[in-house]
């Protein structure tokens, strides 16, 4: 068995997506909540910046994926 950072067995990546797979939507879960805190909606914003790096997930960007499920119609997208 190989260990990893101080002793604990380290498991391969399958195992870990396994026990530790987020939800499909946990990237929409921060800023839907700091909209709901701040007392706004997806409509009240004007851009979304996103700097990422998702090989495997290269179309559409982020960005865009973001407006769609805050509900930010009309917003630019980078």
Do not use: Y
């Amino acid at each position: 068995m190989m260990l990893g950072s101080g002793g604990v067995p380290a498991l391969p990546n399958a195992i870990l997506l396994r026990r530790v797979k987020p939800p499909p939507t946990w990237h929409v879960m921060p800023p839907a909540k700091a909209l709901a805190n701040a007392g706004l909606t997806g409509g009240d914003i004007d851009i979304i910046i996103i700097a990422t790096t998702t090989p495997d997930n290269t179309f559409p960007s982020t960005a865009t994926k973001l407006q769609h499920m805050i509900e930010a119609k009309g917003c630019d997208c980078l």
